[in-house]
Nanobody, 124 residues
Framework: QVQLVESGGGLVQAGGSLRLACAGS????????MGWFRQAPGMEREFVIDISRDSTSTYSAESAKGRFTISRDDAKNMVYLQMNSLKPEDTAVYYC?????????????????WGKGTLVTVSS
């Protein structure tokens, strides 16, 4: 069992940066591929970015490439999302997620655990 709690959301101006954090509980945290999803108002939840168990590989949605970076610290059971050059269209609730599978599972929304989300608002 893994519980995920996101933090770091808030209001930021377009062009600014924000760093989200996800705290995980459970001794098996390192066994999961970790990722971030987001859900904008009136839209379906979408995949943003993920990171492998050993931190050697990441995969980003087109919308995140070149602007968002994911990292993890398994010693602290933490996952981070660094967001730079933010745009108003990045406004959404951001969710931390864990899967026992691969990126393909994330892309099919096959997620073992979800956090409750943190709101990011980007003003123009």
């Amino acid at each position: 069992q893994v519980q995920l709690v996101e933090s770091g959301g808030g209001l930021v101006q377009a062009g600014g940066s924000l760093r989200l954090a996800c705290a995980g509980s459970g001794r098996s945290f390192s066994n999961y591929r970790m990722g971030w999803f987001r859900q904008a108002p009136g839209m379906e939840r979408e995949f943003v970015i993920d990171i492998s168990r050993d931190s050697t590989s990441t995969y980003s949605a087109e919308s995140a490439k070149g602007r968002f970076t994911i990292s993890r610290d398994d010693a602290k059971n933490m996952v981070y999302l660094q967001m730079n050059s933010l745009k108003p269209e990045d406004t959404a609730v951001y969710y931390c997620a864990a899967t026992g599978g691969t990126t393909r599972d994330f892309l099919k929304n096959v997620v073992a655990y979800w956090g409750k989300g943190t709101l990011v608002t980007v003003s123009s």
